[in-house]
Nanobody, 115 residues
Framework: QVQLVESGGGLVQPGGSLRLSCAASGSIFSPNVMGWYRQAPGKQRELVARIGSRSTTYYADSVKGRFTISRDNAKNTVYLQMNSLKPEDTAVYYC?????????WGQGTQVTVSS
């Protein structure tokens, strides 16, 4: 089993920054892909960014140039640096770890962008 614990969410003004962290523990094996998804009220969960074991990255078009995903394999932790935040970035952000056919989720952390 794998456990994922997110932290770093909160309330920020438009144009501000936040850094999310997700620490993984348990039966973590490489290769794997870690990612961040988000779900806004009334909307489907969507992929924000993901990063492979060798740091290959993917970003949703809506966050390119503003968000940066990174990982520290020694700490089994993935980060999401979010800059130039917009009100439409408001959502619950979920950490995900994909390994083969196994899919694990964190409990989510709320990000609210509002003045």
């Amino acid at each position: 089993q794998v456990q994922l614990v997110e932290s770093g969410g909160g309330l920020v003004q438009p144009g501000g920054s936040l850094r999310l962290s997700c620490a993984a523990s348990g039966s973590i094996f490489s290769p794997n892909v870690m990612g961040w998804y988000r779900q806004a009220p009334g909307k489907q969960r969507e992929l924000v960014a993901r990063i492979g074991s060798r740091s290959t990255t993917y970003y949703a078009d809506s966050v390119k140039g503003r968000f940066t995903i990174s990982r520290d394999n020694a700490k089994n932790t993935v980060y999401l640096q979010m800059n130039s935040l917009k009100p439409e970035d408001t959502a619950v952000y979920y950490c995900n770890l994909l390994r083969g056919i196994s899919d694990y989720w964190g409990q989510g952390t709320q990000v609210t962008v509002s003045s």
